[in-house]
Structures are given as C-alpha cells and as structure tokens.
C-alpha cells in the first residue's frame, strides 16, 4: 500500500465473494438491501437481472462494438445497472459517508499512489481515486469496458457530485464530469444568492 497500484476485476469479484461467505447471503441481496434500497430515489438494479437485449449498444467512434461479454455474468466487478442521475446518488451517499461510516469512506482514501502528477494529478487508491485540478480536488472514479465509458466522483471544493456517462468510448467522459461540475457548482452558488420568495 502506497507505492503501486494495479486495478484488477479479479479482486472486486473475490471481494463479492468474501462478502458473501462473511455475510451469509448472496451479493445480488446485500447490494440491493444495503445499497439501493438505503440510497434514496434509487432506481438501480442488476445486471444479472436483465436481458441481453435490453442493454444499451456500446460504439467506438461511432461504429458498433460487438458484444463481447454476457455483462449479466460480470458479478461484483461492475454487475449494476443505472442512470447517471442514480449513480451520482450512490456516490453522493458513499462519499458523504451516509451510506457508509465516514472512517470507511476514508479508508477508500488511505495509501493513495501518485499515477498522474503536472496541472492535473492523480492519485490512485482503494476504488477510488483523488484527483487535484486548478479548479480543485476530486474523489473520482473513470472506467469502462468496450464501447462504454463512465466518470463518477464528488468536488472536494463544492461538494457537488457528479456521473457522467457515454455509449461510445470515443466520448471523453472527464469533459462532460468537469463541465458538469462546473455548471452545478454554478447553479447552486447562484441559487443560493438569490433572495427568498
């Protein structure tokens, strides 16, 4: 911890099953009991639960990526499904620490590895990562498989949490979450300087 880092599916599957044995129930139960049913207007649901036609098609620069996996099958490694609006809910409960102890949402933070460091640093840690820009600090997550993409992470410096996502890898979500961010920080600031009705 704290000198290299090497993100791996793998580890989150074993880590579903770990939970499982120390628990006693099923994954699919405890992320719906302990996730999204304690995350308020949560409309999430597993991709185990779905049909292979109902997902979204994936691009890469327009060009449809064939399917290359049974994303139902994919377990604690990305098996959820959901809104942008509802992934910003889980992660505004998760890292204001109301879904889960403020000492276990720093935990994710502890022994961070600088991956990235110029006008824009980065540094890697337990499933999420830190992120230092000129206009602040983020606690972010970006991934993707083919034809997806995903960014999803809160402002340190406004507090505003923020998904963005795209079916086409050619998008680059990091544009879409910054400018998100910005008008939402926007927003609020002038909701807030405006006077009462």
Request: charged residues 20%.
């Amino acid at each position: 911890p704290g000198t290299s880092i090497r993100y791996s599916n793998t580890g989150y599957i074993l880590l579903g099953l770990a939970l499982e044995k120390a628990v006693g129930r099923p994954w699919a139960e405890q992320v719906r009991t302990e996730l999204f049913d304690r995350v308020r207007r949560c409309d999430a649901f597993l991709a185990l639960e779905c049909e292979v036609k109902d997902f979204a098609a994936g691009y890469a620069g327009g060009k449809p990526v064939p399917f290359l996996a049974d994303y139902r099958n994919v377990f604690s490694c990305g098996g959820i499904v959901c809104s942008p609006i509802d992934l910003a809910r889980i992660y505004d409960a998760i890292l204001t620490g109301r879904l889960i102890p403020a000492a276990a949402r720093d935990r994710l933070c502890e022994a961070m590895v600088q991956v990235q460091s110029g006008p824009v640093s980065v540094w890697a840690g337990r499933g999420i990562n830190r992120v230092e820009t000129p206009r602040g600090g983020f606690l972010l997550h970006q991934g993707g498989i083919p034809g997806f993409v995903c960014m999803a992470g809160i402002s340190l410096r406004t507090g505003v949490v923020v998904a963005a996502m795209a079916n086409d890898t050619a998008a680059v979500p990091d544009d879409f979450f910054f400018g998100l961010e910005i008008a939402a920080a926007e927003w609020l600031a002038a909701a807030k300087a405006e006077p009462a009705k």
